[in-house]
């Protein structure tokens, strides 16, 4: 087995337990909402945009919940892989 696929198989057993997750992502619109528990230096370091956003946020003991209701749940699963 690879160092960079078991490496990835890591990051997708975080992202789909949601063990030390920071942030919680609201996606979606009222009747097709969910949330996400995510880890925001994955997110900083993978995207331009959730760098930004997050640069706003002191990084605490509680959770950062973000909502971006413009975004479909199922696109952002595929996002988040």
């Known amino acids: 087995m690879s160092y960079f696929y078991k490496l990835s198989q890591n990051y997708l057993s975080f992202l789909e337990n949601g063990e030390y997750s920071d942030v919680i992502v609201r996606v979606g619109k009222e009747n097709n909402m969910e949330e996400f ?3 925001s230096f994955v997110l900083r370091t ?3 945009y959730f ?4 640069s706003n946020y002191e990084i605490t003991r ?3 919940i973000l909502e971006e ?3 479909n749940p ?3 699963k595929i996002i988040l892989k």
């Open 69 to 71: 209701k413009n975004i």
């Open 51 to 54: 760098r930004n956003v997050l």
């Open 62 to 64: 509680n959770k950062i």
């Open 46 to 48: 993978q995207s331009p």
């Open 37 to 39: 528990a995510v880890h």
């Open 74 to 76: 199922n696109e952002f």
